[in-house]
């Protein structure tokens, strides 16, 4: 049992500990008793005695934008149900025929092959998934350096065969892609040990709690159901639009069946992210150390209550910052109407305006979409609006935005390069199966299989590497607000981020 003593010999500050301008009042280690471990409850408290932090009661935040959301949705529906009700014109209405029987289609694959294929493309892709993220856990910092070097090499690659070619200037762009890559990675190595602790920290933590894997998996099964959901009322609004005659309407329900695809697409995939953020950061706040190197969390179902806020009082922020987002890539769906009609109709200078405005609303997508990663951290921890969350993170990125930045580019390269081996690697299983397999061969159901096993491998892995990202998002955050938190609850790691955290932008060694 430690003592009220113990306070003075808390490991020497983090140099993340004082942040100009960010850090707040919010700190729930400021005036913490060190002398006794945490109960249930107590990351509630902050250092006011009153803040948000894994508020029991939490209020309601940004309600009109649930509201909107809902009216969104109704309106989506009542326009399904009269896409559905109006009579088309006779040449609409015709009925698709069935293919001709006397047409050979090809010999079909016995269900036993067929059944043995689906399996291998599923549990294959899953079973490297799962090896991949084991490696992860225990050899980072090299899977980073190997991510460096591959992404280099493949622009090289890309480079020189354009060269060869005669696209100079796409070789040009490759070739500076590549190089780039080579001064980043002299630039990073300093910080490479940093996203490794944190890396490994973050398999552990999913591995403890499989829910966030698994509320990953329902955000892929949500997501499938509301693309169903939307092409039934993309074919309502379809059908409306054949009924109509004034242009504007027609138009009109086109952008706003892509803007409702848009906004609750990214709904779904932000829901996801602030129940698994509200899990780590349960982890980082509550989870103590225990004598045998474990961690003990005294929050029963985590995952469940981090969801149940999600899904309420959270929903409403979610739902401000998808909105932001939809708005932008509904706009640059529009610019890029507008640019094809004007190369239809040669007008060049309607072309660069068009494709000028689309590049600056793609980097502003850009921008709002890496504030919104670390704002729904915040509205995770916090319960705060989305408004709030965004002002907040804007501070961080001020205090650490070269951290957060080359933090989030390590983390990411890494999870690109599995999504993309894993796919290969999955592609190759599949295309084994086959060729092992006593059915006859097709160039076409090679293709086909081999390409249906990447998609599924790379659909599975995106999965838990979007856990992985919100974990990786949420731990800088919680260490950004409050690194003593950690010292006090989880020593051991902290001092491995304290020994692992950079002090200079470009190392001089490895």
């Given at each position: 049992m430690a ?8 490991p020497?500050?983090?140099?993340y500990?004082?942040?100009p301008d960010?850090?707040?009042a919010?700190s729930s280690?400021?005036?913490?008793p ?9 990351a509630l408290i902050g ?6 932090k ?5 209020k ?11 009216v ?11 896409g ?11 009925a698709?025929?069935?293919a001709?029987p006397?047409?050979?289609v090809?010999?079909?694959?016995p ?5 043995g294929?689906?399996?291998?493309m599923i ?6 998934t799962?090896?991949?993220f ?6 980072a910092?090299?899977?980073?350096q190997?991510?460096f070097f591959l ?5 090289a690659?890309?480079?020189v065969?354009?060269l060869a070619?005669g696209a100079f200037?796409?070789?040009?762009f490759a070739?500076?892609y590549?190089?780039i890559?080579?001064?980043?990675y002299?630039a990073?190595r300093?910080?490479m040990d ?6 490994e920290?973050?398999?552990t933590?999913t591995?403890?709690y ?6 990953g998996?329902l955000g892929?099964?949500?997501?499938t ?7 039934i009322?993309?074919?309502?609004g379809a059908r409306?639009i054949q ?5 504007g309407?027609k138009?009109?329900?086109a952008?706003?069946?892509s803007?409702?695809l848009?906004?609750?697409s990214?709904?779904?995939?932000n829901?996801v992210?602030v129940t698994?953020?509200?899990?780590f950061a349960?982890f ?7 004598a045998d ?6 929050v029963r179902n ?7 806020r999600a899904?309420?009082?959270s929903?409403g922020?979610?739902?401000?910052g998808?909105?932001?987002i ?12 507008i640019r094809r009609?004007a ?5 060049n ?5 068009a494709?000028?405005a689309e590049?600056?609303l793609?980097?502003?997508?850009g921008l709002?979409a890496f504030?919104?990663?670390y704002?729904?951290?915040q ?8 408004l709030?969350a965004?002002?907040d993170?804007w501070?961080?990125i001020r205090?650490r935005g ?5 933090n ?6 890494v ?5 993309l ?5 999955n ?6 199966f086959?060729?092992?397999s006593s059915?006859?061969k097709t ?9 249906i096993?990447f998609v ?16 990786v ?8 607000e ?5 010292a ?16 200079s932008?470009?190392?001089s060694?490895?």
């Open positions: 003592t009220p003593g113990d306070k003075k010999q808390l020497p500050p983090m140099p500990e004082s942040l960010y850090h707040n919010t280690s400021a005036h913490f060190y002398d006794r471990a945490p109960q249930e409850g107590d250092s006011d005695g009153h803040s948000e894994f508020n029991r009661s939490p309601y935040k940004d309600v009109w934008a649930t509201v909107l959301f809902v969104h949705l109704v309106v989506l529906v009542l326009l399904a149900v009269a559905f009700r109006v009579d088309l014109p006779p040449a609409s209405a015709r698709v025929q069935g001709d006397s047409v050979p090809g010999d079909n694959l269900l036993s092959t067929l059944y294929l689906i399996a291998v549990f294959g892709g899953l079973g490297l799962v090896a991949y084991m490696a992860l856990e225990r050899y910092r090299h899977m980073i190997t991510s992404n280099t090499a493949i622009s690659v890309i480079g065969f354009n070619s200037i796409a070789a040009l070739l500076l590549a190089g890559h080579i001064f980043m002299f990073y300093s910080r940093f996203a490794r602790v944190i890396l920290n973050v398999t933590v591995k403890m499989p829910g966030t894997v698994i509320t998996i892929v099964a949500g997501q159901v509301w693309s169903i959901g939307w092409i009322a993309a074919i309502g409306v009924t109509v005659e004034s242009d309407v138009y009109a329900v952008v706003y069946l803007f409702s848009y906004w609750t990214q709904i779904i995939k829901v992210h698994v953020s509200g899990v349960t980082y706040f509550t989870g103590i150390s225990t190197g474990a961690v003990v969390v005294p985590p995952t469940l209550k981090s969801a149940k899904l309420t009082t929903f922020p979610i739902a401000f998808s909105l932001i939809a708005l932008i890539q509904t706009l640059r769906g529009v610019l890029q109407t009609n190369r239809e109709e040669n007008n200078i309607m072309v660069l305006a494709t000028c590049c600056i793609s980097l502003l997508e709002v504030i919104n990663v704002a729904y951290t509205v995770a921890i916090y319960g705060k609006s989305y709030e965004a002002r993170t501070a961080l205090a070269i951290d957060l930045i080359i989030d580019d390590l983390t990411s390269g999870l690109t390069m599995g999504a081996l894993i796919g290969l690697a592609a190759f299983v599949a295309y084994v086959l060729y092992l059915v006859p160039k076409e159901l090679e293709v086909i299989a081999a390409i096993a599924v491998a790379f659909a599975q892995f995106w999965v838990l590497a979007e856990t992985i990202r919100s974990g998002a949420t731990t800088f955050v919680c260490l950004a409050d690194p003593i938190a950690l006090r609850t989880k020593p051991d790691l902290y001092e491995k981020i304290r020994a692992a955290y950079p002090t932008g470009v190392a060694d490895v």
